[in-house]
């Protein structure tokens, strides 16, 4: 097959990498517009169960990714300066720069394409390959260009969000969440190097207007933020890589495929970083297509339909505990009263799918304490 994929983020290079090794007849172009060292995140987040996924799918490209990763067994919930640790979470983290690396030169080696600095403003610039896939990210160009066709539907939540780095490393994933005279302030934070932790800010919009950040430089907004988490970060500044205030937007589409176009990973559906499962679903759905197309060879319409038959329903089970999860965040301060481990409690059992006895078997130690606690 002659294959153009439209994004060189981890959807689209780890599908390239999984069709190439699968028949190396495939001519495989990837378009990115970016260059090949720019990424604008900081690090990514992989559970025990996705990392599972990877090894399935190609045991070389997870051996050699996993290489270098930070791994933590627990996570924190940092409420009232109070540290809750809860059990039996296992996060691997690594830079996302190191992901992209990998799949790159991963790529390279099996022989796919690979076009940097390079915007597709017309899909007929392509020539007439035999599928197009479309992992051109959130605001992806391609099914903007479909929209009628793919009707997507995008949903702009209301909290507030600027991504930064800093050199304090959170050693397990820690949510803290503080107080001031301006509001709310949450903090995602997590360790995915020897040197840096990403350090994700969160307010709600009424917050972010009391304290000036809507007319706030980028500066003054690291530096306000850095001034909350002080105690947190200790002698460490927040590093800024292009750290705008930004929304979280929700994308799902009515149609995921048109004529031989696929939708694939943030293009196709975003899952909120709050459950850490962006990547992940975008490099599951890589999955998912290149099986399909090993089933039912160049038969692309039988693919797609395989493809979103075995995708869709875990996309809209995603997306529902995330709609969850988001609405947690964004009612945030009904919870505040709450003392730490009911606090810490009502977080994991935020998006319905934990229950009392699931979160039990998790961490015995932390739903005894919550069952000891006095009631509110």
């Known amino acids: 097959m002659d294959i153009a994929i439209i994004g060189g983020g981890p959807a689209g290079l780890y599908f390239a990498l999984l069709m190439k ?6 001519r495989i172009r990837v378009y990115e517009q970016n260059r090949a060292d720019a990424t604008y995140g900081w690090g990514v987040v992989f559970s025990d169960v996705a990392l599972g996924f990877l090894a399935d799918a190609d045991a070389d490209f997870y051996r050699k990714f996993t290489a270098g990763h930070e791994r933590c067994d627990y996570m924190e919930i940092v409420h009232r300066g109070v540290h809750v640790q809860v059990k039996n979470n296992h996060f691997s983290r690594a830079p996302r720069i190191a992901l992209l690396g ?23 610039s392509l020539g007439s390959p035999d599928l197009i896939v479309a992992a051109d990210g959130v605001n992806s160009a391609v099914r903007s260009r479909h929209a009628e066709h793919f009707q997507p539907e995008i949903e702009t939540r209301r909290n507030k969000f600027a991504w930064y780095g800093t050199r304090q490393l959170f050693h397990p994933v820690s949510l803290i969440f503080k107080e001031n005279a301006d509001g709310i302030f949450i903090a995602h934070s997590y360790q995915y190097s020897k040197e840096l ?14 304290a000036g950040l809507d007319q706030a430089s980028d500066e003054e907004s690291r530096k306000y933020c850095e001034a909350v988490f002080a105690p947190e970060l200790g002698s460490n500044e927040l590093l800024s890589n292009r750290s705008s205030w930004f929304q979280a937007s929700v994308v799902r589409n009515a149609r995921w495929t048109h004529g031989n176009i696929v939708l694939l990973g943030d293009a196709l559906r975003t899952v909120h970083f709050s459950l850490g499962s962006g990547t992940r679903m975008a490099m599951q759905d890589a999955i998912a ?27 809209a089970t995603f997306q529902e505990a995330a709609a969850k999860s988001l609405g947690w965040y964004e009612n945030i301060a009904g919870k505040m009263a709450l003392d730490p481990i009911p606090f810490a409690y009502d977080y994991m ?28």
Do not use: M, N
């Open 21 to 26: 090794k699968h028949d190396a007849r495939h």
């Open 102 to 124: 990998v799949l790159q030169d991963e790529c390279r080696k099996a022989g796919v394409e690979l076009q940097f600095g390079t915007r597709v403003g017309d899909l007929a």
């Open 197 to 210: 932790s990403t350090f994700l800010v969160e307010t709600d919009p009424d917050t972010w207007r009391r």
């Open 289 to 315: 297509l290149q099986a399909a197309f090993a089933r039912h060879g160049s038969d692309v319409a039988a693919a797609f339909a395989d493809f979103e038959s075995i995708r869709r329903p875990a996309s």
């Open 349 to 376: 059992r935020r998006t319905g799918r934990v229950g009392h006895e699931d979160l039990r078997e998790r961490d015995p130690e932390l739903v005894a304490r919550y069952e000891a606690a006095p009631a509110p």
